[in-house]
């Protein structure tokens, strides 16, 4: 695997639109962070997240988890204290030869590309989305001009999940986690942000930071260092 390419994909969980909108703060802030770290960072479908920098694949690694917010929502008439979810995956790229992938496996799909990005992505149908029929995976990719491009992307993102899939396979095999950030950790709270008492709790670690702004506007340095004892020996 390529440990210095991560690819994060957030979900919104529980709490209907709001978690879809906190899934979308989260999106932006590991974005900001990747500018403030000097990492390229591209959108290749919606809140998934293509990140390549020296070391970036363990950099994001920790923040793999359900993140809470606590927070009155835009849409709140009442300024009461709502709490969303959302989920955050980070994966390695894996190399094309690492995983083999049947043709006949593989059911393509071809869209016009909902977002912004020029007369071409919008009228021809250049958005992919891709069905791995054995596993029933599903990955998408949009954001470049030409329908191949975007096919190599979700041919990736489908490796790297197909990659993940097996690990979580071992690790039942072996009856513990591999390591403290472990692929079944997912389900589980790792951090709450609470936005009333301007204050970030990574619970994993019983340490909380008090300027959540900053965090969110991808000022993410010291918090992101605090996480380096959950890797992987």
Do not use: C
Not at 161 to 170: F, H, I
Not at 179 to 205: C, L, P, W
């Amino acid at each position: 695997m390529n440990e210095n390419i991560a690819i994060i994909e957030i979900r919104g969980a529980t709490g209907g639109d709001e978690a879809k909108i906190w899934a979308s703060d989260l999106t932006r802030m590991y974005l900001r962070f990747a500018q403030t770290k000097g990492f390229k960072a591209e959108l290749i479908d919606e809140n998934v997240l293509r990140v390549s920098g020296s070391g970036a694949y363990n950099t994001y690694l920790p923040e793999t988890g359900v993140h809470r917010v606590q927070r009155i929502p835009k849409t709140e008439r009442y300024g009461r204290i709502h709490t969303s979810t959302a989920t955050v995956t980070v994966i390695p790229e894996i190399e094309e030869t690492a995983i083999f992938i049947n043709p006949s496996d593989l059911e393509w799909e071809f869209f016009r590309s909902g977002g912004k990005g020029g007369q071409n992505v919008n009228k021809v149908s250049t958005a992919v989305r891709l069905k791995h029929k054995p596993s029933g995976i599903v990955t998408a990719a949009q954001t470049e001009r030409f329908q191949e491009q975007n096919r190599k992307i979700a041919l990736s993102l489908l490796r790297s999940k197909l990659w993940e899939l097996e690990e979580e396979r071992k690790d039942k095999a072996l009856g513990s986690a591999r390591s403290k950030v472990g692929r079944g950790m997912r389900a589980e709270k790792i951090r709450t942000y609470n936005f009333a008492q301007n204050r970030v709790t990574d619970h994993r670690i019983g340490k909380s930071w008090h300027n959540l702004e900053d965090i969110m506007e991808g000022k993410m340095d010291k918090m992101i260092e605090a996480m380096k004892p959950l890797l992987p020996a």
